[in-house]
T-cell receptor
Framework: QKEVEQNSGPLSVPEGAIASLNCTYSDRGSQSFFWYRQYSGKSPELIMFIYSNGDKEDGRFTAQLNKASQYVSLLIRDSQPSDSATYLCAADPGTYKYIFGTGTRLKVLA | GAGVSQSPSNKVTEKGKDVELRCDPISGHTALYWYRQSLGQGLEFLIYFQGNSAPDKSGLPSDRFSAERTGGSVSTLTIQRTQQEDSAVYLC???????????????FGQGTRLTVV
């Protein structure tokens, strides 16, 4: 059974701090990884994707991929209350059938 | 269209009735997914269509669930003899396949909130 695991949270961080969200996956054949943000009552929206080992930065967001350890992380710098949402990690095992984690709920405290 | 469109946005139905949920993907996207999300839960994969290939139905929870995709575009998810446990948000997503290392991101519709009473 191919799985993507995330801590459900909630993860609470103060405004301006760095939020660190982690995700592990079981299928070593997974090739691409995605972070989606989902506000309450809304649909998921893509915020980052990564397929090479290392870091990928986009504004306040940094995605990190370590294929040897099979983990993906998302760092959010200078966290804002508007970042409060559920963050879903997804893996594409090369079959285009995405496997989603259950999400981590992030709360940024003003 | 500009995005993935789903209808209806909300559906309340009586237990035992059949319902049809519609998804209109982004034009040109060859892959289409249906997911189910119960309150406070993650995304549960239901079914996947890719071009003219046979759909991957491995996520359908029972034979009361079926889906079609006509002409490689619009998809309909049908739930027969609905049960209260079917109550959830049903999300549709489509992707443009760019290859194994491409940005095959899934674009989601706004979902259909199904309530079975």
């Amino acid at each position: 059974q191919k799985e993507v695991e995330q801590n459900s949270g909630p993860l609470s961080v103060p405004e301006g701090a760095i939020a660190s969200l982690n995700c592990t996956y079981s299928d070593r054949g997974s090739q691409s990884f995605f972070w989606y943000r989902q506000y309450s009552g809304k649909s998921p929206e893509l915020i980052m994707f990564i397929y090479s080992n290392g870091d990928k930065e986009d504004g306040r967001f940094t995605a990190q991929l370590n294929k040897a350890s099979q983990y993906v992380s998302l760092l959010i710098r200078d966290s804002q209350p508007s970042d409060s949402a559920t963050y879903l990690c997804a893996a594409d095992p090369g079959t285009y059938k995405y496997i989603f984690g259950t999400g981590t709920r992030l709360k940024v405290l003003a | 269209g500009a995005g993935v469109s789903q209808s209806p946005s909300n559906k309340v139905t009586e237990k035992g009735k059949d319902v049809e949920l519609r998804c209109d993907p982004i034009s040109g996207h060859t892959a289409l997914y249906w997911y189910r999300q119960s309150l406070g839960q993650g995304l549960e994969f239901l079914i996947y269509f890719q071009g003219n290939s046979a759909p991957d139905k491995s996520g359908l929870p029972s034979d009361r669930f079926s889906a079609e995709r006509t002409g490689g575009s619009v998809s309909t998810l049908t739930i027969q003899r609905t049960q209260q446990e079917d109550s959830a948000v049903y999300l549709c997503a489509s992707t443009l396949q760019r290859g194994a290392s491409g940005r095959n991101e899934a674009f989601f519709g706004q979902g259909t909130r199904l309530t079975v009473v």
